[in-house]
């Protein structure tokens, strides 16, 4: 016979050589669908708890939305008149510090999917520190939106022969769109 003349180390290699191949069809032919069927079970079973849960995650979701609309909009007391209160807050503001209005545009609104953005933007004049402390009013001690931006300008006058500082502030309200 064949296997009588093979040396014991080339029985040892076929013997390992024919177990994997015994492996390898028996992962194919019985193993190979018991483990996809375990971890689709596993998925599904996963899938299902998400599913049990989705109630309590929407009222989650959905309270956090709008706690997240409520503060940047500024409160729901300030988002029917936004230009109005804004432009009362700055005037008393300036009145009180000695800070000039310059420039007071229209509000811009761009619209995206279920949400309306409101830009407004403002110019005063001032002293730096007066500047400062209304951007704080405006960001910790007024829910009149968001500030998103400030620009500082400092230029020359001719006229007065001395240095203006200027201040560009940028607010912004997020303000739900209702549908009819």
Same mark, same amino acid.
């Given at each position: 016979?064949?296997? &009588? ?7 040892? +290699?076929?013997? $390992? @050589?024919?177990?994997?191949?015994? *492996? #390898? ?41 709008? &706690? ?7 409160? +729901?007391?300030? $988002? @029917?008149?936004?230009?109005?209160? *804004? #432009? ?16 007071f545009p229209e509000r ?73």
């Amino acid at each position: 016979m064949i296997l &009588n003349r093979l040396t014991y180390r080339e029985k040892t +290699r076929i013997a $390992v @050589a024919g177990f994997v191949v015994f *492996l #390898l069809i028996s992962y194919l032919y019985a193993f190979e669908k018991t483990l996809f069927l375990f971890n689709d079970n596993r998925r599904l079973h996963a899938a299902l708890r998400k599913a049990d849960n989705a109630p309590r995650e929407i009222m989650t979701l959905e309270r956090a939305l709008n &706690n997240a609309r409520e503060h940047l909009s500024g409160g +729901r007391g300030m $988002v @029917a008149r936004p230009a109005e209160n *804004l #432009l009362e807050f700055v005037s008393v503001f300036c009145q009180q510090h000695q800070i000039i209005l310059k420039e007071f545009p229209e509000r811009v609104l761009s619209q995206a999917g279920d949400v309306t953005l409101s830009t407004q933007s403002f110019t005063v004049e001032g002293n730096f520190k007066s500047l400062v402390s209304l951007v704080y009013a405006l960001e910790k001690g007024s829910e009149l939106g968001r500030v998103v931006s400030n620009q500082y300008r400092s230029h020359f006058d001719v006229r007065r022969k001395t240095t203006i500082l200027s201040l560009t502030v940028y607010i912004q309200n997020v303000v739900p769109t209702h549908e009819s």
